[in-house]
């Protein structure tokens, strides 16, 4: 108990650190403003379509907010590879808020619903460049790998707090007001969002592809970084069949107020509050996720519990079964987005990352639309209780069956704490962020040096970067001792950097163990970062001819 204390202190004191850090605070503050924008506008959506045209109407809307999304998902993932993220993300905050400025225009003057309905399909698309963006810039924020973890626990549970301030501000607003009223506050939070994404234009981005492709090759090559992966083919299958679940839980959840606990319409708001308040308290509990390495086994528990519950509900139908049953599924809805949104950030290249969400999210999207079209039929076709039972039973069955993956996955997570000290400590390396660190942590190299052995010849060519991990190294230049360098500090880069010969020879003084890190490694990470070339530049220019390379 005193360790979970201990632990739990440890993961507050990172999410402070999230919300200390200028730049996540931004990121979070605008990821608030956009979440409950998205869920204020779907009250006021639904309701204008029912008054437009009844029940139709607003399943008609509902395949216009999702379909299209699914589709356009990768393409405009591309773009945060593409462009630098920030961007992204304003301008599709922008054009979300004069979008939304014209369905309110619509509204008020009695427009056709034909034309608020077009509107709604382009915000829908606008808003698929939105999320993969934030995720994949979110990691170029973090310092740390605590940090990354409690920044997604705060966005996670941003979003669980959005799903209930957003309905309960919407139906606030048209409870005094009007759907025109929503739209047009709609359009407020979305110029909110990207106010508080204007105070990070100036951040020091991942480096962006140089090399111009077409659109097609450019989309596809988020497809054809997972085809490559099979941990994030795994990852994504997980993520996938949970949205299925998910989207036929929705009509489930519905039909159990109404047809077997026989709650009424405002029963459906009730047992629907209980993922919400489930995910508050997953957001507390996640976390005790931060800080840990091994987070596969923690998501495989969460998928399960994303459906588990429902086949409790079956046998013995009770309001408290069922409240508590949701709730669970709550819980476990922010447990897995923390888990697998942190995994699938550590394990995606920097480079395709925002393709690779944008992949993600349309596979979220069709999925959820998928589920809430499976749960009538399978109702119609088994009953409600059996379709409990069936759409249950789906996710803990999966994750038993992919298990021993899970693990294997987990035992691939090697700690790289101590390699991504020394790099981090390097003045070259210290502008790139936490996952690029970890990537060139794991190509570094132990090498061991024997008492008196050369390590490098002065000119000879240079083909690696050494940081000494323990030890002692003397330098020596024309024969004469220059130097002596001991755990923590480095050498070799100036060749490298130069592309000139070793500057000076460097030889153990007792027994030395060094990581090496292969040229080309070093300068696509040095050349490819602004800050790290900009750190190059001064490094070369102070130590050129007094340097060991």
């Known amino acids: 108990m005193t360790r979970v204390r201990e632990h739990l202190r440890e993961s507050l004191r990172a999410m402070r650190e999230v919300y200390a850090n200028r730049s996540l605070r931004r990121l979070q503050f605008a990821w608030a403003g956009s979440i409950i924008g998205t869920w204020a506008f779907s009250i006021a959506l639904a309701v204008y379509a029912y008054d437009q045209g009844g029940a139709s109407a607003v399943g008609l809307v509902v395949l216009i907010r999702w379909l299209p999304a699914a589709f356009a998902s990768p393409l405009t993932g591309m773009l945060g590879d593409r462009y630098p993220r920030v961007l992204v993300m304003i301008a599709s905050d922008l054009l979300r808020a004069a979008v939304f400025g014209a369905i309110t225009v619509c509204v008020i003057t009695n427009a056709p619903a034909a034309a608020v309905y077009a509107l709604v399909g382009v915000a829908s698309v606008i808003s698929t460049a939105f999320r993969p963006a934030q995720a994949a810039l979110l990691p170029a924020l973090a310092r740390t790998p605590d940090e990354l973890t409690a920044a997604n626990v705060s966005s996670s549970t941003l979003e669980s707090l959005g799903s209930c301030a957003g309905p309960a501000l919407g139906g606030l607003v048209l409870a005094v007001s009007s759907t025109s009223v929503v739209f047009g506050l709609t359009a407020a939070t979305f110029l909110w969002s990207a106010v508080q994404l204007t105070g990070l234009l100036s951040t020091d981005e991942p480096p962006l592809r140089q090399e111009q492709r077409s659109i097609r090759k450019e989309a596809s090559e988020g497809f054809r970084a997972i085809a490559r992966d099979r941990r994030l083919q795994l990852l994504l299958g997980l993520f996938s069949a949970q949205t299925l679940v998910n989207g036929a839980m929705n009509v489930l959840l519905a039909l159990t107020a109404l047809e077997l606990l026989h709650l009424g319409s405002g029963g459906v708001g009730y047992l629907s509050s209980s993922t919400g308040f489930g995910g508050l308290v997953g957001a507390v509990l996640a976390l005790l996720l931060v800080g840990r390495r091994r987070l596969a086994g923690f998501f495989g528990l969460a998928v399960a519990g994303t459906g588990g519950p429902m086949m409790f509900i079956a046998p013995h139908p009770s309001t408290a079964i069922a409240f508590g049953a949701f709730g669970l599924i709550g819980l476990s809805n922010i447990l897995e987005d923390v888990a697998g949104f942190t995994l699938l950030q550590r394990t995606t290249p920097p480079e395709v990352l925002a393709r690779v969400f944008g992949v993600a999210y349309s596979l979220f999207y069709a999925t959820v639309a998928a589920g809430a079209i499976l749960a009538p039929v399978l109702v119609h076709a088994i009953g409600l209780r059996w379709t409990l039972v069936a759409v249950g039973a789906l996710l803990p069955a999966l994750t038993a069956a992919t298990s021993v993956r899970?693990?294997?996955?987990?035992?691939?997570?090697?700690?790289?704490?101590?390699?991504?000290?020394?790099?981090?400590?390097?003045?070259?390396?210290?502008?790139?962020?936490?996952?690029?660190?970890?990537?060139?942590?794991?190509?570094?190299?132990?090498?061991?040096?024997?008492?008196?052995?050369?390590?490098?010849?002065?000119?000879?060519?240079?083909?690696?970067?050494?940081?000494?991990?323990?030890?002692?190294?003397?330098?020596?230049?024309?024969?004469?001792?220059?130097?002596?360098?001991?755990?923590?500090?480095?050498?070799?880069?100036?060749?490298?950097?130069?592309?000139?010969?070793?500057?000076?020879?460097?030889?153990?003084?007792?027994?030395?163990?060094?990581?090496?890190?292969?040229?080309?490694?070093?300068?696509?990470?040095?050349?490819?970062?602004?800050?790290?070339?900009?750190?190059?530049?001064?490094?070369?220019?102070?130590?050129?001819?007094?340097?060991?390379?």
């Open 406 to 549: 899970l693990v294997r996955l987990d035992d691939a997570a090697v700690d790289y704490g101590r390699q991504v000290e020394l790099l981090r400590s390097m003045e070259i390396f210290s502008p790139l962020s936490q996952p690029i660190l970890e990537g060139l942590a794991a190509q570094l190299e132990p090498v061991h040096v024997g008492a008196g052995d050369a390590i490098v010849e002065q000119g000879d060519v240079g083909d690696h970067l050494y940081l000494i991990n323990s030890g002692e190294v003397e330098v020596r230049i024309d024969g004469q001792a220059q130097a002596t360098q001991g755990p923590g500090d480095h050498f070799g880069e100036i060749a490298l950097l130069q592309d000139i010969p070793r500057t000076a020879t460097v030889i153990a003084r007792n027994d030395v163990e060094l990581f090496a890190l292969a040229r080309k490694s070093f300068l696509d990470a040095v050349t490819g970062h602004a800050g790290s070339a900009a750190a190059a530049e001064a490094v070369v220019s102070a130590r050129l001819g007094a340097s060991p390379g």
